[in-house]
């Protein structure tokens, strides 16, 4: 099993191309088994382990224990809409999660070299769209900038809407989506937690239809 030690949601959705936010630093897609896998080398741009480190412990041993902990931190795996003006985006990512009852906030971490991270910085808004657990090879279409057909209606070849809300795009085979605008944000390290209030959302399949979760692939995002 491969595995990405490194920070964030999954994606190389950067405007160069490099490695991508919440997603990685030298990131790669294998095609050869059932599921996608992502790797990426990190640990700072030297690829030396990141401190603090406790007392008395050898840095490199530390910083895999941490790893290993740290993927055990149970996440979903959503696809992330973004767009300011005629630019659209969808981005993989697994660090959302809801941060107030009232009022509802949703946050997502992304890095700040991502595409989709400029799309929410410049329109302010972001939609969350959760996936079937049958759909799991969805992921892999969206961890680089997808291609977006306006006139077909798809971005890398699935269909989408733009919100009525916020005009981000939804999904249209997500099990449930969510549309948000964002209220603050907030820099953390090289990344950016968006605090997005939910101001649109709704159910697209049945209620009871199992959601795709991190454990349900073979990736490890974090660390």
Known sequence: MYAISTSTAISTDTTSNAPIAGQNQSMRVSNGGSAPVLSATVAGATGEPIGPFPPDVDPEEYDKLRRRVLWKMPSGLYIIGSRAGDRRNGMTANWATQLSFDPKLIGIGLEQTAFTHELIAEARAFSLNIIDREDRAIVRKFV????????????????????????????????????????????????TLFLGEVVNCGFQKPEETEVLRMEDTRMNYGG
Do not use: I, Y
Request: a negative charge; aromatic letters at 6%; hydrophobic letters at 35%.
């Open 144 to 191: 680089k900038p997808v291609e977006v057909d306006t006139d077909a209606g798809t971005m890398s070849g699935f269909p989408f809407r733009d919100g009525t809300a916020t005009g981000t795009p939804v999904l249209t085979q997500a099990v449930a989506w969510v549309e948000c605008e964002v209220r603050q944000d907030v820099a953390c390290g090289n990344h």
